[in-house]
């Protein structure tokens, strides 16, 4: 049973999305969505549960990698500098 749970992850996890969602699927906040969602982690999950989410959290990582890669490391070289001095302060 183990192995058929883990094999059905794998199938999961190999899943790639191809192609970006249309621009009609996008909401912004006036469509009744509050700026931020509240993110609760349970902390009765199972071993099997939490593997799962921590799997799907990762792929998301390495796709939002992949488009954004570029921007994600010149903003990051931005943030890493220092702000310029004021020499009249």
Known sequence: ????KATKRR????ARIT???PHHAKTS???????TIPLEIPT??????ATAVYEII????????S???TKLQELMQQQRQPA?????N
């Not at 199938?11 to 190999?14: A, E, M």
């Not at 990762?58 to 990698?65: A, F, H, S, T």
């Open 11 to 14: 199938k999961r996890r190999d």
């Open 19 to 21: 192609e970006p969602a």
């Open 44 to 49: 009765y999950w199972s071993s099997e549960q």
């Open 29 to 35: 906040h006036s469509a009744g969505l509050p700026p």
């Open 1 to 4: 049973m183990a192995n058929r």
């Open 84 to 88: 310029p001095i004021d020499p009249l």
């Open 58 to 65: 990762d792929d998301l990582r390495e796709r939002i990698w």
């Open 67 to 69: 488009i954004y890669q």
